[in-house]
């Protein structure tokens, strides 16, 4: 485990963080504008002088929101450079170069290059370096959504390929709940909650993750197709998304959005909602004077779903009911 404590006080700010997370995978700090997630990560960094290490003897990598690449060098240059800066062993470029997609680009000049490319190119650097942890601070933030869609498959192979933990900061709970394997949960400098994704994802009890944060990362595996969808089973269940994912592969991540379920009584008749699915509710939370989120089981793992304090009355929802949950969207992790 790495054991982050950090400290630092302002005048009209005060950062206070002590947890323990994962020395593999990916950690997740997610939060509102001005919760301390870069904050914290400067801390991590020593670019926040709270208990005087220096910068020069943290042998951390870090990528930030805009690509930091020195534009008289070429792409080999920049990455050559983090590579010379290595304080311990020397990375071997080449599955670095591989696994980000940059072998065509290694002759280019920073601006020459799109900002997903850019932005590969700073990762590149940064793990060439041989570093014991990668700091990201919202790497995909500056982009536009095409360009995001491009670069997060790259993501999905730092995820499943690299070695080194990584703490990434961002404000897109979909972004993180395709990427991240912890999480911390960031409000006003302190942690509200901290733990493995799935569990902290599925609390009804955080402000922060009510609204339109509000949702379930389900494990499931893609097991056959038809008119363009895929089915997953879940164990205890299956559930329907759009998409030809490749049958037998390992489980994948599915996230379902609380305004995305609806809860009924009786499983409906006739309706255009591919998934219905038989659960039990486990909590009913209210988030204000109009809207609730209910817990519900399906099998060994959860659904939520938003909706109005007058239906929880209306149908009577209460833990231990048998409920049929409709799903009308699910996001899947390419």
């Known amino acids: 485990m790495i ?8 005048e009209s700010f005060e950062l206070d963080v002590d947890v323990e997370v994962p020395n593999t995978g990916i950690t997740g700090v997610f939060g509102e504008s001005g919760s301390g997630k870069t904050t914290l990560l400067r ?16 042998n951390v990598g870090y990528v930030f929101q805009d690509p930091t690449l020195f534009p008289h060098l070429t792409v080999r240059g920049n990455i050559e450079y983090g590579a010379r800066r290595a304080t311990t062993h020397r990375v071997d470029s080449a599955p670095v170069v591989d696994m980000l997609g940059i072998g065509s680009l290694l002759d280019r000049r920073p601006d020459s290059l799109s900002g ?27 982009l536009d959504r ?54 902290v994802v599925s609390r009804v009890d955080v402000p922060m993750l009510s609204g339109q944060n509000a949702g379930v990362v389900l ?28 049958v037998g592969r390992k489980p994948m991540r599915l996230r379902v959005a609380a305004s995305d379920v609806s809860i009924a009584r009786e499983r409906p008749a006739q309706t255009t909602i591919q998934n219905v699915i038989r659960a039990t509710i486990e909590a009913v939370h209210g988030v204000n004077a109009a809207t609730a989120l209910v817990r519900l089981g399906i099998g060994n793992q ?20 048998r409920v049929f949950a409709q799903v009308k969207s699910v996001t899947v992790r390419h």
């Open 3 to 10: 054991h982050l404590r950090h400290k630092l006080m302002r």
């Open 43 to 58: 801390c991590i960094a020593g670019l926040e002088q709270e208990d005087g290490l220096p910068v020069h003897k943290r």
């Open 146 to 199: 095409r360009r995001k869609d491009e670069l997060l498959p790259y993501f999905d192979r730092l995820h499943d390929e690299l070695a080194v933990p990584v703490i990434y900061v961002s404000h897109d709970i979909d972004e993180i709940s395709r990427l991240c394997d912890h999480l911390i949960l960031l409000e006003d400098g302190k942690v509200s909650a901290c733990g493995d994704l799935f569990d």
């Open 219 to 246: 494990w499931a595996t893609p097991v056959s197709h038809e008119d363009g969808l895929t089915r997953f089973d879940f164990g205890d269940g299956e559930i329907w998304a759009p998409g030809e994912f490749a």
């Open 302 to 321: 959860d659904l939520l779903a938003q909706v109005t304090n007058r239906s929880v009355r209306r149908l009577g929802l209460v833990p231990g009911d």
């Open 116 to 142: 997903g490319e850019a932005q590969r190119v700073a990762i590149a650097a940064a793990l060439l370096r041989s570093p014991d942890i990668v700091l990201m601070d919202e790497p995909l933030a500056s």
